[in-house]
């Protein structure tokens, strides 16, 4: 069973730092890729951040670029996102996602996406 869960968030002011954290567990060996999503009040979810591991790329939203940056211990089953230079639309809850590709391929996207619980970050002053 794959299991993801967030720590990290928190109340920062504008311009703060915060680390996320998301530690997975269950998932196989196989092809999959990692992201971040967050989702302000009354906004839809966005992706923030991903990462494959085929490539072992990381992308980027434009929003976040230059001051987000994710990474991944491997050893800990752990994937982070730092988030720098924090500001006011930064509020949201963030997700931790992984994604086994093929499963997610083959069963016509029903099956293979999981979801951490969400950590919830505020920005203010």
């Known amino acids: 069973q794959v299991r993801l869960v967030e720590s990290g968030g928190g109340l920062v002011q504008p311009g703060g730092s915060l680390r996320l954290s998301c530690v997975v567990s269950g998932l196989k060996d196989t092809n999959f890729a990692l992201k971040w999503w967050r989702q302000g009040t009354g906004k839809e979810r966005e992706e923030v951040a991903g990462l494959t591991d085929v490539k072992g790329s990381t992308k980027y939203a434009d929003f976040v670029k230059g001051r987000f940056i994710m990474s991944r211990d491997a050893d800990k089953n752990t994937v982070y996102l730092q988030m720098n230079n924090l500001k006011d639309d930064d509020a949201a809850v963030y997700y931790c996602?992984?994604?086994?590709?093929?499963?997610?391929?083959?069963?016509?996207?029903?099956?293979?996406?999981?979801w951490g619980q969400g950590t919830q970050v505020t920005v203010s002053s």
């Open positions: 996602n992984a994604r086994d590709v093929p499963l997610y391929i083959v069963s016509g996207q029903k099956r293979g996406d999981y």
